[in-house]
């Protein structure tokens, strides 16, 4: 079992970038893939995109592509949300997730979930 931890939310103006981290815990976090999902209020979590378990491939939902990138270091444990000439549509809870199989994007299909940071990006 795989704990998860957010960060890197925040404010930001809109065209500017943000880096969001999630760190995994107490679990062979190298093993997982990992999807970030976002989630405004009163609507479904939605598909951001995601990373394999090595790294070497990653998938994104069509407002991403082009703008956001996911990375990730698996001797620190960690996987990252680059966002980059944010749009204030993007402002929403984010949220990092992993799986112990091919990576989805169906957030049901997640086993592990961090807590969410806001990011809010100001027009």
């Known amino acids: 079992q795989v704990q998860l931890v957010e960060s890197g939310g925040g404010l930001v103006q809109a065209g500017g970038s943000l880096t969001l981290s999630c760190r995994g815990s107490?679990?062979?976090?190298?093993?997982?893939?990992v999807g970030w999902f976002r989630q405004v209020p009163g609507k479904e979590r939605v598909f951001v995109g995601s990373?394999?378990?090595?790294?070497?491939?990653?998938d994104y939902s069509g407002f991403a592509e082009g703008r956001f990138s996911i990375s990730r270091d698996n001797d620190e444990n960690t996987a990252y949300l680059r966002m980059n000439r944010l749009r204030p549509e993007d402002t929403a809870v984010y949220y990092c997730?992993?799986?112990?199989?091919?990576?989805?994007?169906?957030?049901?299909?997640?086993?592990?979930w961090g807590q969410g940071t806001q990011v809010t990006v100001s027009s």
């Open positions: 997730a992993a799986r112990n199989a091919p990576a989805r994007n169906e957030a049901h299909l997640y086993d592990y």
């Open positions: 107490g679990g062979p976090f190298k093993r997982y893939a």
């Open positions: 990373i394999n378990w090595s790294g070497a491939k990653t």
